[in-house]
C-alpha cells in the first residue's frame, strides 16, 4: 500500500516537475486561478452595481472613473466584465464537469464491458451525428433558453468526447498484466475500474477537460450571443458583445472588452491545457 | 474496400433513425404553442383549435412520429409555418450560401494551415515557429462572432475595403471567409505541425536527405502525404463544425443561410423549419464523416488491412476506422 501510494505520489511530482518548467503554462496557470478568485469575490471587487443604469453617464469612452467605459445603459463595463467571470466558470467548469461525469462512466462500461460497448457507442455515434452547435441549439430549443438550459445542453453535447477518450484508454489498459493480476487475486470489476483502470486513464481525460471547457465557453458565448443562451442583463461576455453589436461602428470599445475577457481565459486555458499533455505524457512534446 | 465501405453505410442507418427521432423528439417537447405564431394577434380560440387540426399538433407522440418519417421517405420535411412553404425548398434556396461559405473556409483555412503547419514544423522552435504557434492558439481561443466584428471594424468601419453585409459581389465574402477560415486554419496548422513533426523524424525522409533530395521537394513528396491522415480527420471535423458554426458569420455578416435561417425560425417557433434545417446539417455531418473514414483508406491503404478478413456482422468491437 504503501509503495503505491509512493508511487503515485512521485508520478503526479515528475508531471508537477516538468510542467513547471513550461513557463508559458505557468503563467497561465497563475492567470486562471487569478481569474477564478475575481470569479469567487466579483461582489467585493466591483466598483459599481453591475445592473445599476444611468442614462447621464451613458456611452462614455473608458476613463478614469470607469476603466473600461459605460455601455448604452449607463452601466459600468469594469464591473459587468468582472461579475462576468463568474458566469464564464460557472458555465465552463459545471458543462465540463457534468460531461466529464457522464462521459467517462459512458466510457468506462463500454470499454470494460463487452456486451455493452455497441450500444453505447452507437447512442454516442447518434449524440455525435448532429453537430455540437445544432445539437446544443436543438436542447435549448426544446427546454427554453437560459442559463441552466445550455449548460445542460452543452453538457450533453460533450458527453461524447470523454466518453470516447475514456474507452478507447480502457481498452488499452485492460489487456496490461496488473489488471489480470488484479482480477487473478479476486478485484471485482468495480473495483479493477475505479481502483486500477481510471487511474491510469487520467491523463488524457484531464487534458480533455482543460481543451473541453475552452470549447464550452466559447460555444457559451456563441449560443449567447444569438439569443439562445443566457439572457439579459446578465453581465455574461458573449451576450454583452452581442449587445454591442449595435454600437460597434461608434463605440468599438463595448464589444472588444468582453472579447478580450474571453480570448484571456480561453488562450491560458489552451496553453494550459497543451502544457499538461506535454508533461503528462512527455512522448508527446513535439 | 466494397465491404468495408458497405459496412459503414450500414452502420448509418441507425445512426440517421436515431439523429431523425432525437431531433424529432426534442422539438415535440418543444415550449409555447405554433399556432399562436401562425396567428398571430388574430388568434382567437376557434382559430387556434382550426389550426391545431389542420397541422395534427393534437395527434399522439407516435402517429406524429410516422407522419414525420413517411414525409421524410419521400423528401417532404414538411411545411413551414411561417412561409406556408415547403421546408426542403426553403432549405435548398439557402444551402448555397452555406455550403460556398464552408467550403471558402475549408480552402483558406487548408491553404493557411497546412503552409504555416509545414513550415512551423520545418523551423521548429524558431521565432518564426512561435510566432505561428502563438496565432494559431489565438485562432482557436477567439470567438468567431468577435473576430467577425473586428474584421467588419477594422475592414469595413475603418478602411473601407470591404463591404460588411450582403451576399452579391465577390467582396461580400471575403470577411466571412476569412472569419471562419481563421479558426480552421489555427487547427489545421495544429494538426499539421505535429504531424509533420512526427514525420520528418523518420528513416526515409533522412534517407531522401542523404540522396540529395532538395527540402521543399522531400516535404510535399514523402513528408507530407505521410502526415495526412489526421490532417484529413481535422478537415472532416472542421466541415461539420462549419457548417453548423455558420450560423455566427450569417448572424454578423447578414448572410441569407441554413444559420441564419434557423435561428430566425427559432425565434418564430417554426418548428418544421428547425427540425429540417438540423436534420440537413445532421445528414451532411453523417454523410462527411462517412467522407472522411473512406477517404483514409486511399491515403493509407494499410488502415484497411485490419479489416481484411473480418465478416460484415459479428465482430462486436471493431465497427468503424474511428473506433479503432
Known amino acids: ?286 | 474496400m466494397i465491404r468495408y465501405i458497405l459496412k459503414r453505410l450500414l452502420l448509418m442507418v441507425p445512426v440517421l433513425l436515431g439523429v431523425i427521432i432525437i431531433v424529432f423528439s426534442l422539438l415535440y417537447v418543444a415550449p409555447g404553442d405554433p399556432a399562436l405564431s401562425i396567428l398571430g394577434e388574430a388568434a382567437t380560440e376557434e382559430s387556434i383549435h382550426r389550426v391545431h387540426e389542420e397541422l395534427g399538433l393534437k395527434d399522439p407522440y407516435l402517429v406524429r412520429l410516422g407522419r414525420y418519417f413517411g414525409g421524410l421517405l419521400q423528401g417532404d420535411f414538411g411545411d413551414s409555418y411561417k412561409t406556408k412553404r415547403p421546408v426542403v425548398d426553403e432549405i435548398l434556396s439557402r444551402y448555397p450560401t452555406t455550403l460556398i461559405l464552408t467550403f471558402g473556409s475549408v480552402v483558406f483555412g487548408l491553404v493557411v494551415g497546412i503552409l504555416f503547419g509545414i513550415v512551423s514544423a520545418i523551423r521548429q522552435y524558431s521565432f518564426l515557429d512561435r510566432i505561428l504557434t502563438m496565432i494559431s492558439l489565438f485562432g482557436v481561443s477567439a470567438p468567431s462572432f468577435w473576430v467577425a466584428m473586428l474584421l467588419v471594424l477594422v475592414f469595413s468601419v475603418n478602411l473601407g475595403w470591404l463591404p460588411a453585409t450582403g451576399s452579391d459581389k465577390l467582396a461580400c465574402w471575403i470577411l466571412p471567409i476569412i472569419t471562419m477560415g481563421l479558426q480552421v486554419s489555427a487547427f489545421i496548422m495544429r494538426m499539421t505541425r505535429s504531424s509533420m513533426l512526427e514525420v520528418i523524424r523518420q528513416d526515409y525522409i533522412r534517407t531522401a536527405k542523404a540522396k540529395g533530395q532538395s527540402e521543399i521537394k522531400t516535404v510535399l513528396l514523402h513528408a507530407l502525404p505521410n502526415a495526412l491522415v489526421p490532417i484529413v480527420t481535422v478537415i472532416g471535423l472542421q466541415i461539420c463544425l462549419l457548417l453548423a458554426g455558420a450560423v455566427l458569420a450569417e448572424t454578423v455578416f447578414a448572410l441569407p443561410g441554413l444559420g441564419k435561417y434557423l435561428v430566425d425560425s427559432i425565434g418564430y417557433k417554426d418548428y418544421p423549419a428547425v427540425q429540417g434545417v438540423v436534420l440537413w446539417i445532421g445528414i451532411n455531418a453523417i454523410l462527411i464523416n462517412l467522407a472522411v473514414d473512406i477517404l483514409y483508406c486511399f491515403i493509407d491503404p494499410r488502415i484497411l488491412n485490419r479489416f481484411k478478413g473480418k465478416p460484415l456482422f459479428g465482430n462486436r468491437r471493431v465497427t468503424k476506422l474511428s473506433d479503432v
Not at chain 1, 3 to 13: F, T
Not at chain 1, 28 to 35: A, G, P, Q, V
Not at chain 1, 36 to 54: G, K, T, V
Open chain 1, 1 to 286: 500500500m504503501m509503495s503505491k501510494s509512493r508511487g503515485k505520489n512521485s508520478v503526479m511530482k515528475d508531471v508537477w516537475r516538468r510542467l513547471k518548467r513550461n513557463k508559458l503554462a505557468m503563467i497561465s496557470m497563475i492567470l486562471l486561478i487569478f481569474l477564478f478568485l475575481i470569479a469567487l469575490f466579483a461582489s467585493y471587487m466591483i466598483p459599481y452595481d453591475y445592473a445599476s443604469m444611468n442614462a447621464a453617464i451613458r456611452l462614455q469612452p473608458p476613463n478614469g472613473e470607469h476603466w473600461f467605459g459605460t455601455d448604452n445603459f449607463g452601466r459600468d463595463i469594469f464591473s459587468r466584465v468582472l461579475f462576468g467571470a463568474r458566469y464564464t466558470l460557472i458555465i465552463g467548469l459545471g458543462c465540463t464537469t457534468s460531461a466529464a461525469i457522464g462521459g467517462v462512466v459512458l466510457g468506462s462500461i463500454a470499454g470494460y464491458y463487452e456486451k455493452f460497448d455497441n450500444i453505447i457507442m452507437r447512442f454516442i455515434d447518434i449524440i455525435m451525428g448532429i453537430p455540437v452547435f445544432m445539437m446544443a441549439l436543438s436542447i435549448i430549443v426544446a427546454l427554453g433558453a437560459n442559463m441552466r438550459n445550455m449548460i445542460i445542453a452543452l453538457a450533453i453535447t460533450n458527453i461524447p468526447a470523454f466518453a470516447r477518450i475514456t474507452r478507447a484508454q480502457v481498452l488499452g489498459i485492460r489487456q496490461q498484466e496488473y489488471i489480470e493480476a488484479a482480477r487473478s487475486i479476486g478485484a471485482s470489476n468495480f473495483r479493477i475500474l475505479t481502483r486500477h483502470i481510471l487511474p491510469n486513464a487520467f491523463a488524457p481525460i484531464l487534458v480533455q477537460f482543460t481543451l473541453g471547457t475552452v470549447s464550452v465557453i466559447l460555444w457559451g458565448a456563441s449560443l449567447s450571443f444569438i439569443g439562445q443562451g443566457v439572457q439579459p442583463p446578465t453581465p455574461e461576455w458573449g451576450l454583452m458583445i452581442s449587445a454591442a453589436r449595435s454600437f460597434l461602428r461608434e463605440y468599438p470599445y463595448m464589444s472588444i472588452i468582453p472579447g478580450l475577457a474571453i480570448v484571456v481565459t480561453t488562450y491560458a486555458l489552451n496553453i494550459l491545457g497543451d502544457g499538461l499533455r506535454d508533461s503528462l505524457d512527455p512522448r508527446l512534446k513535439q
